[in-house]
Nanobody, 127 residues
Framework: QAQLEESGGGLVQAGGSLRLSCAAS????????MGWFRQAPGKERNFVAA????????AYADSVKGRFTISRDNAKNTVYLQMNSLKPEDTAVYYC????????????????????WGQGTQVTVSS
């Protein structure tokens, strides 16, 4: 049973930066894709970014492309989300997710592809 724990959220002014981390345990981290999703109050959960199990492929939502960068350190069982040029509309609870499929050849964008979820970390961007 995999466990995921996010950290790094907080309050930041518009234009600022934050780096989220997600520490994984309970299964072989390096063989599963990882993703980040976010959910704003009163809205559905949306895809933000994902990275393949090897780290060689990434995918981003159009709304964050060019501002956010996903990366992973398989030696540390950790995935990161570097968020730059933050906007008030980035305010949400951010969730880390672990793919359900071993060594998936593609980078999944839909939440149904993910079997494990963290508890979430709040990111608030003030204008």
């Amino acid at each position: 049973q995999a466990q995921l724990e996010e950290s790094g959220g907080g309050l930041v002014q518009a234009g600022g930066s934050l780096r989220l981390s997600c520490a994984a345990s309970g299964r072989t981290f390096s063989t599963y894709a990882m993703g980040w999703f976010r959910q704003a109050p009163g809205k559905e959960r949306n895809f933000v970014a994902a990275i393949s199990y090897s780290g060689g492929n990434t995918a981003y939502a159009d709304s964050v492309k060019g501002r956010f960068t996903i990366s992973r350190d398989n030696a540390k069982n950790t995935v990161y989300l570097q968020m730059n040029s933050l906007k008030p509309e980035d305010t949400a609870v951010y969730y880390c997710a672990g793919d359900s499929r071993f060594r998936r050849p593609t980078v999944p964008r839909n939440d149904q592809s993910y079997a494990y979820w963290g508890q979430g970390t709040q990111v608030t961007v003030s204008s």
